[in-house]
């Protein structure tokens, strides 16, 4: 049984004063190994649309909890993978924040807690 592999990147920014997400880009890893931007449409495969969504929501989840904790949040950037089986159950979901930045504190040291967009490994 052969899998299938979908990569996605999310970038954003959150500038100060209200952080709210600014620049968004969703890129697709697509068969010609290059990444293309996401637009969403009605002639978007709905498959790719799904994990798109799933993808959005992880991003608002950490932009909602990083505002909550007042969490000065200024980017973000993310990898997302799904693994589908070759009937398109899926059966891996991989994430990874490659970078959160946000400003550091004078009066905190570098243990400043940097927000996941959800843990680095885990099954669907």
């Known amino acids: 049984m052969r ?30 190994d290059l990444w293309e931007p996401q637009q969403l449409n009605f002639t978007m495969p709905g498959f790719r649309l799904y994990l798109i969504s799933l993808l959005l929501c992880q991003h608002f989840y950490l932009v909602a909890n990083a ?43 570098s243990s400043w807690p940097m927000p996941r967009l959800w843990p680095s490994s885990r099954s669907a």
């Open 3 to 32: 899998s299938r592999t979908f990569r996605f990147r999310l970038r954003s920014s959150h500038p100060a004063p209200e952080r709210s997400s600014t620049n968004l880009v969703v890129e697709f890893f697509n068969d010609s």
């Open 67 to 109: 505002r909550e904790r007042h969490i000065p949040l200024e980017q973000v950037e993310a990898d997302f993978v799904v693994t589908t089986s070759s009937d398109w159950i899926v059966t891996a979901v991989e994430g990874e924040s490659g970078s959160c930045s946000m400003p550091l504190p004078a009066s905190r040291s």
